[in-house]
């Protein structure tokens, strides 16, 4: 004759435990992973919305005291756009820099060309970003 207690021995030995128990747990885990990859869904997207792509397609002197800079930008259509550009020296220094905003248009992308002033001779131009303001 058996003890009331040998199922639980045994049960406890070889790792048995109820099913509903485990199914429980594994109703838990899915609901928890289901929430965290909705999470990253929606961040992911929600940060990309609201991204400004800018594409510096060329510069060209203008003179000693100045440099044209061309660039595009590729944006959420009909939203406002402000742009940080800069024109540098032969060491990387910064010899003029300028902040421009454009009005919301329809368009995707837009193309641009900014002429900036600069204190001394600029060897080059560049965007340095630009945002939604």
């Not at 990859?37 to 510069?59: C, E, H, K, P, Q």
């Not at 003179?63 to 406002?80: K, W, Y």
């Amino acid at each position: 004759m058996t003890s009331p207690a040998t199922p639980a021995l045994l049960e406890d030995r070889y790792g048995r435990t109820p099913t509903r128990t485990r199914r429980v747990w594994w109703i838990v885990a899915g609901v928890l992973a289901a929430a965290l990859i909705g999470y990253l869904a929606w961040s992911t997207v929600a940060r990309t919305m609201d991204a400004v792509d800018v594409d510096t397609t060329g510069f060209h002197s203008v003179d000693a005291h100045g440099i044209t800079i061309d660039f595009q930008v590729t944006l959420r259509p009909g939203e406002p756009v402000a742009c940080a550009l800069e024109a540098q020296d032969t060491e990387h220094g910064v010899v003029g820099w300028r902040v421009v905003e454009y009005a919301a248009d329809d368009a995707h992308t837009r193309r641009f060309s900014e002429t900036i002033p600069t204190v001394a001779p600029a060897t080059t131009g560049l965007v340095t970003s630009c945002w939604i303001p």
